[in-house]
């Protein structure tokens, strides 16, 4: 029998994997490739911290093949080329991908369907990451939501999502097949050479991601298992908390494709099934389904969108008046944590130690840029692309024009956040402000939050000098907003 080709990308796992499974059918020989092309993502190539993922989770996915007795094909290049000519070399009579949604993307892959289809290639995709493909959920009038809540309820008015395919059981790898070096590899046993993609970091920072993550499809079955029998029931209450491990944290598994959301749907039946779909457990179910429901509702932005990426998406926020930021200094301070407010700190501390940040903190820091210093949120975006193992086009840019007040169901630009109040809300024993701001750990939970109202004396007790062990507010809150709520009025109308 001919072999097919696996091309693979984002969908860095065995199981749930409709285009492995369709390569594999009837126990043809299969022939997993990773075909390294960051341009193809266009202007949005993956940034350092999903580089790092990227990396090891490549070799997890070499080394599950590699036990099945498949090796890891890894090619540097153009797509269509690398795949015409792997065609060439092996004799496949096949291709099979799981499709991605960024707009490039999208470009992209029509084009390599096309080009491989005039040549009288079998070509497919697959549908592999998402519950609802964004063209399936349209109004009642066939256009897109800007919604989230009546998009939720279309989504839930459709058919139930199918159960989760299984591994195929008869993998079998073709003779022949070539490596990065173009040796020709044993149908077993192979460890791609990953190192020449130069994925991870020259001088190494990436200590905090490697004690914090699994990357990998056994990471993400590890992290959901955790989740269902940890924190699902308690969610409602537990997502808010920063310093709780109340969420999944499933985002960089979910979004390189190490678990999809039909396995974590799958879970969550089951676990209501189990304990009983009712009361709290059943609120927080719906919750947590609702927020893998933002993850499509981005999706569906972008994807009628997208320019969303780069323009907001009300016209009326590209004549927002920024604030000059010579040499970079307020932005600077906010990427390395030292603003002076200390949630703001902690957060973007965490972001850059573990390559990942609680939602909560995410719409408190994102608010503090585009608001209290005044700075584009797309300079927030850039930032957060670069440094989270999340980063994902589409939840990026709602998140960011969500906080800018630009975006899809996006937050009235006049609403604020204020960071104390979101502390002594979100964090009231000063837990994450303490685990992330050791030098204010010292300082009574009340004063945590807003270390320069502390009385000096609680301050000394504690040893810390506003200056010299943590910095001064880079701006006043309350004059800070009321220059950006000034600043809206000059856009508002029809805002
Ligand atoms: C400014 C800003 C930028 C963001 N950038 C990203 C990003 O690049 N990548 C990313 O995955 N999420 C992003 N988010 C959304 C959200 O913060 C993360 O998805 C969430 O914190 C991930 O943690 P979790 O897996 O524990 O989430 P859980 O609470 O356990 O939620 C489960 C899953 O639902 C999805 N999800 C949850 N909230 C959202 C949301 N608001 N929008 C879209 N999907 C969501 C994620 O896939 C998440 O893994 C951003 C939010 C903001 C405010």
């Known amino acids: 029998m001919r072999p097919a080709l696996y091309w693979i990308r984002r969908d860095l796992r065995l199981a749930d994997n409709p285009a492995l499974h369709a390569a594999a059918r009837a126990g043809r020989p299969v022939i997993p490739v990773y075909i390294h092309a960051p341009a193809e993502a266009g202007d949005w190539a993956p940034g350092s911290a999903s580089n790092w993922w990227l990396h090891h989770s490549l070799q997890a996915l070499a080394d599950a093949l590699a036990a099945r007795g498949l090796p890891l094909i890894v090619r540097e290049g153009e797509s269509l080329a690398t795949i015409v000519e792997l065609i060439a070399e092996t004799g496949a009579e096949a291709v099979h991908w799981n499709r991605l949604y960024e707009p490039a993307r999208i470009e992209h892959d029509t084009r390599v369907k096309q080009r491989l289809k005039a040549e009288g290639i079998d070509a497919h995709s697959h549908n592999a990451a998402l519950l609802h493909e964004p063209w399936t959920i349209q109004t009642g009038t066939g256009g897109d939501y800007k919604a989230f809540t009546p998009f939720w309820r279309a989504c839930r008015r459709q058919a139930e999502p199918a159960p989760p395919l299984s591994v195929p059981t008869d993998l079998a790898a073709p003779d022949g097949a070539r490596d990065l070096a173009g040796a020709v590899v044993p149908p077993a046993g192979i460890t791609a050479p990953l190192d020449a993609l130069d994925l991870l970091p020259r001088v190494d920072w990436a200590e905090g991601l490697r004690r914090t993550w699994q990357p990998g499809e056994q990471g993400a079955q590890d992290r959901l298992g955790g989740f269902m029998e940890t924190a699902l029931a ?124 609680h939602n909560r903190v995410r719409m408190v820091v994102g608010s503090f840029l585009v608001k209290n210093l005044r700075l584009p949120w797309q300079a927030g975006e850039a930032w957060f692309w670069e440094t989270l193992v999340d980063a994902d086009l589409a939840s990026n840019s709602l998140g960011w024009q969500w906080v800018a007040g630009s975006g899809a169901d996006a937050a009235p630009y006049f609403r604020v956040f204020n960071p104390i109040r979101q502390g002594e809300r979100f964090d009231a024993d000063g837990a994450y402000i303490a685990q992330w701001l050791p030098a204010l750990a010292g300082l009574p939970a009340k004063h945590r939050q807003a270390p320069w109202q502390a009385p000096a004396s609680v301050l000394g007790d504690a040893g810390v000098t506003l200056g010299v062990h943590y910095p001064h507010p880079l701006v006043d809150l309350k004059e800070s907003r009321q220059a950006a709520l000034a600043a809206f009025e000059q856009i508002k109308k029809g805002a």
């Open 234 to 357: 308690d969610y409602r209450e537990g997502r808010e908390q920063p310093a709780v491990a109340g969420t999944s944290r499933l985002s960089p598994h979910l979004h390189h494709g190490e678990i999809s959301p039909r396995q974590i749907w799958q879970a969550v039946q089951t676990q209501l099934a189990r304990h009983g779909a009712e009361g709290d457990r059943l609120d927080s179910a719906e919750m947590f389904l609702s927020e893998i429901g933002w993850r499509e509702f981005a999706q569906h932005v972008l994807y009628h969108h997208p320019e969303f990426p780069d323009a907001p998406l009300n016209p009326r926020f590209a004549d927002f008046p920024w604030q000059e930021d010579p040499g970079d200094q307020l932005l600077g301070a906010w990427q390395r944590g030292e603003t002076g407010i200390p949630l703001v700190d902690a957060g973007m501390r965490e972001l850059y130690t573990t390559g990942w940040m």
